[in-house]
C-alpha cells in the first residue's frame, strides 16, 4: 500500500505508529467496524469507521528497514513516520533517532491513541497532559534534527493548550487530530460490535471519517487562531476536495486522509486534487460566485419542473397533491393544448473568462480564521427571518412539525391547502431550513423591524407564577 502511493507521486506518513520491541502488542479481532453515523449505507458510501486498533505487530526493525527501503526507491518523495512510546525519556530519543537514522524525512509523535495505549502509559495518557506533551517534545527535540510533529488527542478539554505545549517543547508543528473516543454500537441482544471472543465484549474505541470532521474543524481552527503560522497537519473526515479546502483556509497546513482511503483506495488522492484545483479555479469566475463549491445554485422547480414556466400555466396556491394536483396536471395539459408541444431550446454556450489569477494553495491556508470567534463576539442585534418558496414548497409538512414541536410555533399549516406561512414569531433559528427536504425552498432573509424578544412575561412587573398547592407530606431530613 505504502508503496503504491509513492509510485503515485505521493508523500507519505506511516500511518501504522511503531514503537520499541518491547513495547509490541497482539491487536484483537474483530477490530475495525462501519460506522453507525453511516446509516445504513455500506461500501465507499459510508461515513465513519470504529477502530480498536492498536500499533504495528511488526518488530521496530521491520519499520525502519521498510523507511530504508521506500526512501531507497523514492528519495524524492516525503516520508513521515509515526511514533509512539510511553512517558520515558529514554524511549523517545532512542525510537526518534533510529526513525530519522532509517530516512525519515520527519516524524509523528503519537501523543492521542485513544485506547489500549492509554493504560500502557502511551497515546493519550500522555497527550492528555501539557506538562508532559511538552516534556517529549523536549527530548525528542534534542534527540534529532528533522522535524517533527506531535499527534493531538481530541478527547481533552482546551485543545490549544496542548498545542501550545507541544510549541513549547520545540515541536514543528501538530496533527490535529487523532480520532474522537466513542463506543460505536450495542445490539438488541445486549451484545457489542465489534465482539471480541467468545463473550462478546468490547472496549471504547476511536471515531474516524466524516462524522468527527466538525470536532476536528473546531480543533484546527482554534489551534490556527491561537498559533498563527505554527504548521498544522489536519486530519479527520476529510472525504473531498471541498471537506480538504475548509481545513485549509481554517489554517491548516497539509492534508492526511486515512479513512477515505479505506473506504476506497488511494485513488481518492487523484480526485481531492483535480477537485482542489477546479476549486481554486472557480475562485476566479465571476459568475460563479455563488456556487456552493463546484455545485451551481439550485434552480427554482416544482419536482423536477420548472417553477418559471408551471407559475404562469397553473398560478400560485395550488399545492402539488391530492386534487390540487390533479388541477394542475389538467391546467398543464390544457396549455400544452392550446400552444403545442414546446420546442427544446438549446442556450448559447457561455465561456466564462478569469477576472484573476488562480490563487494558490498557501493564499487558501487560515483564509477563513478571522470568520471564527467566541460567541461572545458574534451581533445578536442582526437578525433573519424564515421565508418559504411557495413554488418549491411540496407540502410535506416538515417545517411546521419541527417549529411546531420543536421551536417556536412560528409557521402556520393550512388544514386544506397545506400551504405554509411564517408568522412574526418566527427568531431565526434556522431550524427549518436544516430540515426541509427541499434545497434553497427554505431561505433566512434579514429581519425589516428591529427584533423585540417576546418575554411572555414583562420583566420587573414583581408577577410572580402562581405554584400550585399541594398537600402537605413528612419530609425526613438526614
Known amino acids: 500500500m505504502m508503496r503504491r502511493a509513492f509510485e503515485a507521486g505521493w508523500g507519505f506518513c506511516v500511518s501504522k505508529t511503531f514503537a520499541l520491541d518491547k513495547d509490541i502488542v497482539t491487536n484483537v479481532s474483530p477490530r475495525i467496524v462501519r460506522g453507525t453515523t453511516s446509516g445504513h449505507l455500506y461500501g465507499p458510501g459510508q461515513g465513519s469507521f470504529l477502530n480498536i486498533e492498536l500499533i504495528s505487530e511488526k518488530t521496530c526493525a521491520y519499520w525502519l528497514q521498510t523507511i530504508t527501503e521506500l526512501k531507497r526507491d523514492f528519495p524524492d518523495k516525503v516520508l513521515i513516520a509515526s511514533i509512539m512510546c510511553s512517558y520515558n525519556e529514554e524511549d523517545w530519543m532512542e525510537l526518534a533517532q533510529r526513525a530519522e537514522a532509517a530516512g525519515s524525512d520527519a516524524l509523528e509523535l503519537n501523543l492521542s491513541c485513544p485506547h489500549g495505549m492509554g493504560e500502557r502509559g502511551m497515546g493519550l495518557a500522555c497527550g492528555q497532559d501539557a506538562e508532559l506533551v511538552r516534556n517529549i517534545c523536549r527530548w525528542v527535540r534534542a534527540a534529532i534534527k528533522i522535524p517533527f510533529f506531535a499527534k493531538l488527542t481530541p478527547n481533552v478539554t482546551n485543545i490549544v493548550v496542548i498545542a501550545t505545549a507541544a510549541k513549547e517543547g520545540g515541536a514543528d ?49 482554534a489551534i490556527g487562531r491561537a498559533l498563527p503560522d505554527f504548521p498544522i497537519l489536519a486530519t479527520g473526515g476529510i472525504d473531498s476536495a471541498d471537506a480538504g479546502l475548509q481545513f485549509l483556509m481554517g489554517g491548516a497546513s497539509a492534508l492526511q486522509v486515512c479513512s477515505s482511503v479505506q473506504n476506497q483506495d488511494f485513488t481518492v488522492i487523484e480526485d481531492y486534487l483535480l477537485g482542489l484545483k477546479a476549486l481554486l479555479y472557480l475562485n476566479t469566475l465571476k459568475s460563479k460566485k455563488d456556487w456552493m463549491g463546484q455545485s451551481p445554485p439550485t434552480p427554482k422547480h416544482q419536482l423536477g419542473k420548472s417553477v418559471a414556466q408551471l407559475v404562469d400555466i397553473v398560478g400560485k396556491s395550488l399545492p402539488n397533491f391530492g386534487p390540487y394536483k390533479e388541477e394542475r396536471e389538467k391546467r398543464i395539459a390544457s396549455h400544452k393544448t392550446s400552444k403545442g408541444l414546446p420546442q427544446t431550446v438549446v442556450p448559447p454556450r457561455f465561456i466564462d473568462h478569469p477576472v484573476s489569477s488562480v490563487p494558490t494553495v498557501e493564499a487558501m491556508v487560515g483564509r477563513a480564521l478571522s470568520m471564527v470567534g467566541s460567541y461572545g463576539e458574534l451581533d445578536n442585534r442582526q437578525q433573519k427571518v424564515a421565508i418559504i418558496d411557495e413554488d418549491m414548497c411540496i407540502n410535506c409538512g416538515k417545517c411546521y412539525m419541527t417549529c411546531n414541536d420543536s421551536g417556536y410555533q412560528a409557521i402556520l399549516f393550512d388544514p386544506k391547502t397545506h400551504l405554509t406561512k411564517v408568522t412574526d414569531d418566527c427568531t431565526g433559528c ?9 434545497i434553497d425552498c427554505i431561505t433566512m432573509v434579514d429581519r425589516a423591524a428591529p427584533y423585540v424578544p417576546k418575554r411572555g412575561i414583562p420583566l420587573d412587573t414583581g408577577v410572580v407564577p402562581r405554584i400550585p398547592s399541594v398537600a402537605p407530606r413528612d419530609v425526613t431530613v438526614a
Open 173 to 221: 508543528g501538530v496533527t490535529a487530530t487523532n480520532t474522537v473516543s466513542g463506543l460505536m454500537g450495542l445490539r438488541p441482544d445486549g451484545s457489542a460490535w465489534p465482539s471480541i471472543g467468545k463473550e462478546k465484549k468490547t472496549t471504547y474505541g476511536g471515531v474516524s471519517g466524516n462524522a468527527i470532521r466538525p470536532i476536528v474543524l473546531r480543533a484546527v481552527t
Open 430 to 438: 434556522t431550524l427549518c431550513v436544516s430540515v426541509c427536504p427541499i
